[in-house]
């Protein structure tokens, strides 16, 4: 079993930046796919980012693509999400989650993960 726990959020202002990271404990041998999820306040799980084991494939919602950057270091078990040009509408509650195994067809979706984070908050102020 794998623990992904979420650290750096915080207050930003509208155009700032701000990266959050995700450190996993427990069964980190394992060669687990990572993604980044967020839900605001009355809203559903969005899907944010996402990035296979080996790196060599990444994913991203619409609204952050070319504002964020998904990436990992292996070596540290952490996964990082940049985000650039924060927006108001950015703000929410951002959620790291890690993957036994997700074909393709499944990064991008919340039943595709099988551990899950407590979350971080991001608040982007206009």
């Known amino acids: 079993q794998v623990q992904p726990v979420e650290s750096g959020g915080g207050l930003v202002q509208a155009g700032g930046s701000l990266r959050i990271s995700c450190t996993a404990s427990?069964?980190?041998?394992?060669?687990?796919?990572m993604g980044w999820f967020r839900q605001a306040p009355g809203k559903g799980r969005e899907f944010v980012a996402a990035i296979t084991w080996s790196g060599d494939s990444t994913y991203y919602g619409d609204s952050v693509k070319g504002r964020f950057t998904i990436s990992r270091d292996n070596a540290e078990n952490t996964v990082f999400l940049q985000m650039n040009s924060l927006e108001p509408e950015d703000t929410a509650v951002y959620y790291c989650?890690?993957?036994?195994?997700?074909?393709?067809?499944?990064?991008?979706?919340?039943?595709?993960?099988?551990?899950w984070g407590q979350g971080t908050q991001v608040t982007v102020s206009s």
């Open positions: 989650a890690a993957a036994v195994y997700a074909p393709a067809s499944l990064r991008t979706v919340a039943a595709g993960y099988d551990y």
């Open positions: 427990g069964r980190t041998g394992s060669r687990y796919g």
